[in-house]
């Protein structure tokens, strides 16, 4: 039923979606009057069924899986035993409980404070074929827990997929309500824009504690199709006045990431490619200064994007470039001013970011000829820019920012503070289909929905070149 209510509101949204998605700057944006009538900003009690520990000594839990290669071929599988290591086996196959295969993985716990951890494991699962679904088994005898995942399709420049994307999620029943919305929405493959347990919230050992709730709660989707991680200024948990000042701690104990395979010295930043996509992972809060290690990996990695074979160029960090909310107003002018002119020169498509807590998207526009002494300071259209999107309204317990600056600046498409989640289903190499889902079931004021061209083929000159290249094959 949702589905078949989805796809009514994608045809009906699709004409304004033209409308949009061609307009230029000059005409205004759309700043949403919905308000919203959601639960309270508080976290779920502890001891609430969503944070239920699975049943059976030492069962696994918090399960989650993650891209474990560069183009789709391995999964890390992450979980956590309470009482003891146990085994850090994972058996694996493509027909429901024959485990033709196993892989062994790794087992390490950590501190925080007074609390202890528990014992967290990973395990690469590669050389896995494409597009099929695998079963998998964790934990031992009667503890032992069995889920499923399925491979993307091949890297093709056609491959359709929808990736959600989601940020600052938290644990609130806003959060349950986002997440459940999600798992009816048809992605395959989450896109996380940072700010996942808002643990530091919590003082000393339930900072922990709130880890572990967060790692129960996600298990519900990240356990059966990957999460792709990025970090936010809530993983970071520097706390000298408790003795804590290894930053991202937790978080890169809790959450691996396959840098190694894009070449990348940090967690904190990597690229995987995904069927036709090629997602770039930033660290908002790591160095990205000229010449650092961030700046120098991203400048290789961008010269190894192949549109030919993955068209859709995606960025994902946590602080937004562009943004026309009070709340964290132009903290990412740093890094917009070291990065914005690459991501201009490469056509990135789209630029995903969290950390505000409201949904907004923006024309396509740059502004990378500002100088302090001429004073050029105002974005303009451009053609080549990426779109950027705001989706930071996951639903945690610091609520939603709700003050926008007034008027709408130009370069700002659409905006309202609303929970929810976004879908990026892409069609093939020159369409994909943007959704804004907000939380607030059959209220009749529009989202946000946008059919996106390709910003490589979907240029006036790829589009002859592709023409062409069909017209000789059709004519061979
Ligand atoms: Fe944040």
Redesign the pocket.
């Known amino acids: 039923m949702l589905q078949f209510q989805y796809q009514i509101t994608a045809t009906v949204t699709v004409f304004l979606g033209i409308v949009l998605s061609f307009a230029t700057t000059g005409i205004a944006g759309r700043t949403s009057t919905y308000i919203r009538s959601q639960w309270p900003s508080s976290d779920i009690p502890l001891n609430d069924d969503v944070f239920a520990v699975p049943k059976g000594l030492n069962a696994p839990q918090q399960v989650h899986i993650t891209q474990g290669d560069y183009d789709g071929k391995a999964v890390i599988i992450s979980w956590v035993t309470p009482n003891e290591a146990g085994s850090s086996e994972v058996e694996y196959g493509t027909s429901e409980e024959n485990y033709a295969f196993s892989a062994h993985g790794t087992v390490k716990s950590y501190t925080f404070y007074n609390y202890t951890s528990g014992f967290i494991h990973h395990c690469l699962v590669d050389g896995l074929e494409y597009d099929t679904k695998y079963y998998y088994k964790i934990g031992v005898d009667e503890s032992a827990r069995e889920f499923w995942f399925r491979t993307p399709p091949k890297i093709d420049p056609d491959a359709p997929y929808t990736f959600g994307i989601i940020g600052?999620l938290g644990q609130t029943y806003n959060s349950l309500s986002t997440l459940e919305h999600y798992m009816e929405s048809g992605g395959q493959t989450v896109l996380f824009l940072?700010?996942l347990s808002y643990a530091d919230r919590y003082k000393y050992d339930n900072i922990g504690v709130r880890w572990d709730s967060w790692g129960r709660f996600v298990e519900r989707s990240a356990a059966y199709q990957p999460w792709i991680w990025s970090a936010?200024?809530?993983e970071i948990e520097y706390m000298p006045n408790i003795g804590e000042v290894f930053p991202f701690k937790a978080y890169l104990h809790r959450f691996p990431t396959p840098y190694m395979a894009s070449n990348s010295s940090s967690p904190l930043w990597y690229a995987v490619r995904r069927a036709s996509a090629h997602i770039i992972v930033l660290s908002s809060y790591s160095p990205f200064v000229k010449y650092s290690p961030q700046w120098m990996w991203l400048r290789e990695e961008l010269k190894k994007v192949d549109r030919t074979k993955t068209p859709w160029l995606i960025v994902l960090m946590?602080?937004p470039l562009y943004s026309s909310n009070l709340v964290?107003y132009m903290e990412g002018e740093g890094m917009r001013a070291v990065f914005e002119s690459w991501f201009v020169q490469s056509k990135v498509d789209f630029i995903f970011a969290?950390?505000v807590h409201a949904n907004e998207r923006s024309y396509r526009i740059s502004n990378i000829y500002y100088n302090l002494s001429r004073g050029d300071r105002y974005p303009v259209p451009d053609k080549s820019a990426p779109v950027y999107l705001t989706v930071?309204d996951g639903g945690n317990q610091e609520g939603l920012a709700g003050r926008f600056w007034d008027p709408q600046p130009e370069y700002s498409a659409f905006r309202e503070a609303s929970y929810g989640h976004s879908t990026l289903e892409i069609r093939n190499r020159t369409h994909a289909f943007y959704h804004w889902n907000r939380n607030d079931d059959g209220k009749e004021v529009p989202t946000d929905d946008v059919i996106f061209h390709n910003q490589y083929w979907a240029s006036n000159l790829q589009r002859r070149r592709l023409k062409k290249n069909h017209s000789k094959v059709g004519g061979e």
Request: glycine content about 34%.
């Open positions: 600052d940072g700010d936010g200024n809530h946590h602080v964290h969290g950390h930071g």
